[in-house]
């Protein structure tokens, strides 16, 4: 398949194409992450009946702005006894992992920053590459609070990789591709054809729809646990571990690592979307399709994943370390293993 | 197995139904104000502070018997009285709820730098005379002003009907003693 990408057919493939292209990803992230941390304070906000932010601007709607700027005054504080290289190592490779997963999203029909054939894979495997910066960043800050977060932050996201990674398998086999602009094109058309909705296909697939919904939630369960929302944010439990693995990380660096966290927020959003809920597709069949459509249907749909884990923030208390690992290990992988192998029998059906 | 089942379905469930409360607090009307823009006592359909609320305290002097039930109460003991026994047939006025008095208060001091507004003195209090306002805003650049003689703020007894009264029962006392020296 061709890749269609807008920005090559524009001023055509030289280095300067190549710099826009990997800088577009990077001002919608920077967009995001504003429009993300004023939602978190706004709707935690709202959820507990109080009015959040306020003062600056009109409905404190630059408070984002002012948090980044406090941020980036603060100092940089490196503990004494540190191991320095690697301290100030960790939140750059946490972020570029998570930044590396944007190469891959694809916004639209007509512009995804690089177009491989193996972009499923290559988001499951960058998607664990920023547990090395987890683990880097509690380690070397030799404290004891960081360590054990960062301990428990490897041992919650290798769990949780495996029933993602089953999910992934079988949207695998239900699309016979590993391309995600091929993923999403199969499933145009009306809403019903989604993969959360067994996928294009003739009336067999209604009685597969349970196995395909409670997939989607597997993976959304999965994904909170990935990206150490509450309830799994065990590794950063304010009340046992001060902040986890970030406990000695002030200043920029602390910035980057919240940064990282808001983008990897949005990487598993738009996971859930591509691979269950159409991508850039519009739910509606052609109305208001193409490919600038695209990006409102993709970021929109992206967005209400984001909302759903600011509000299960808000709603449900942290787990328990074994009743976490109960969850992935006892529940998740077993009723994933079952879905899988009824939507394999599916797709063979079809 | 159907416990297996069960818990998780459970889990789910009440997942859920966390959700359900979650979403519709969000669309509630929002309990907090922009407290020095808004007062919370200006708030729409906000009779008064919440019943909850802890402020600054108010004695009725009128009410207030002198039984001294709201210094014991207090924590913190920030709550100073002083009474004056009246003589026979000199009873102070009868309280505003119409029960008999015997003793003159003639100090009630509370010092609102030390009260911790724990509100256990409006609950030891008999009649009701100490009770919570709504008024929260009385900061002050000097500590002295924060303590509140409440006998001299509504005026109920005048300095020199605090040495009368005094006086007079000294001079009982002396009375008394000189009747129990040479009895009749
Ligand atoms: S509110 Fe508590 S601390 Fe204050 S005067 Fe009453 S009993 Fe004492
Ligand atoms: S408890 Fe009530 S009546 Fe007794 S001294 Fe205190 S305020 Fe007066």
Redesign the interface.
């Known amino acids: 398949m061709e890749e269609a990408n807008f920005v090559f057919n524009m001023i055509g493939e030289n280095w300067i194409a190549f710099a826009i292209i990997s800088l577009l990803p990077m001002i919608f992230l920077l967009a995001y992450a504003l429009i993300a941390i004023l939602g978190e304070l706004k709707?935690s906000?709202?959820?507990?009946?109080?009015?959040g932010p306020?003062r600056t601007g009109p409905w404190g709607i630059i408070q984002p702005v002012a948090e980044v700027v406090k941020l980036l005054q603060k100092e940089d504080i490196t503990p004494d006894s540190a191991n320095k290289p690697l301290f100030n190592l960790a939140p750059f490779i946490m972020f570029a992992a998570s930044y590396a997963g944007f190469a891959v999203i694809p916004f639209s029909s007509y512009f995804v920053p690089s177009g491989i054939n193996l972009g499923l894979f290559f988001l499951l495997a960058v998607g664990s590459l920023g547990i090395i910066g987890l683990l880097m960043g509690g380690w070397a800050s030799n404290n004891k609070y960081s360590l054990l977060g960062g301990l428990r932050a490897v041992a919650q996201i290798v769990s949780y990789e495996i029933p993602a990674a089953m999910v992934i398998l079988t949207i695998a086999v239900m699309a016979g591709s590993l391309d995600l602009q091929e993923i999403i094109r199969q499933q145009s058309g009306w809403f019903w054809n989604w993969f959360v909705f067994g996928g294009s296909g003739g009336w067999i697939k209604i009685i597969f729809l349970p196995f395909s919904f409670i997939m989607c939630?597997i993976y959304i369960i999965a994904s909170l646990a990935e990206t150490n929302r509450t309830p799994f944010d065990i590794p950063e439990g304010e009340s046992e571990l001060v902040a986890g693995y970030h406990t000695e990380y002030s200043g920029m660096k602390f910035a980057m690592f919240f940064f990282a966290e808001y983008a990897n927020m949005f990487i598993v959003s738009a996971i859930i979307t591509i691979i269950f809920f159409g991508g850039w597709n519009s739910p509606f069949g052609d109305f208001m399709g193409g490919p600038i459509w695209g990006v409102f249907w993709f970021v929109s749909k992206a967005f209400v994943f984001v909302f759903l884990q600011i509000?299960?923030r808000?709603?449900?208390p942290r787990l328990r370390v074994d009743q976490l690992m109960y969850?992935s290990w006892?529940?998740l992988l077993p009723?994933s293993f079952v879905c899988f192998l009824a939507l394999s029998l599916l797709v063979m059906l079809k | 197995m159907k416990d297996?089942f069960k818990n998780?379905w459970l889990?789910?469930w009440t997942?859920l139904i966390?959700?359900r409360?979650?979403?519709d607090?969000?669309?509630?009307?929002?309990?907090?104000?922009?407290y020095p823009n808004v007062h919370p006592k200006d708030k729409a359909g906000w009779m008064d502070m919440p019943s909850n609320a802890r402020n600054r305290l108010y004695v009725d002097m009128d009410e207030c018997n002198g039984c001294n039930s709201c210094a014991r109460a207090c924590p913190v003991n920030c709550i100073s009285i002083e009474t004056v026994r009246s003589v026979p047939g000199d009873a102070p006025p009868p309280l505003a709820s119409g029960g008999k008095r015997n003793l003159w208060v003639s100090q009630f001091e509370i010092d609102f730098t030390k009260c911790c507004f724990c509100s256990l003195c409006t609950e030891a209090c008999p009649t009701g005379a100490i009770v919570m306002t709504t008024e929260f805003e009385y900061s002050s650049y000097n500590r002295y002003d924060l303590v509140y003689n409440f006998v001299k703020l509504q005026n109920s007894m005048s300095d020199e009907k605090i040495a009368e009264v005094k006086e007079k029962w000294a001079e009982h006392q002396k009375e008394k003693k000189k009747e129990a020296v040479e009895p009749k």
């Open positions: 709707i906000a709202f959820i507990q009946e109080r009015l306020m939630i509000w299960l808000w709603t449900l969850v006892k529940v009723f | 297996y998780v889990g789910v997942a966390g959700m409360i979650t979403i607090h969000l669309f509630r009307k929002n309990v907090t104000v922009q």
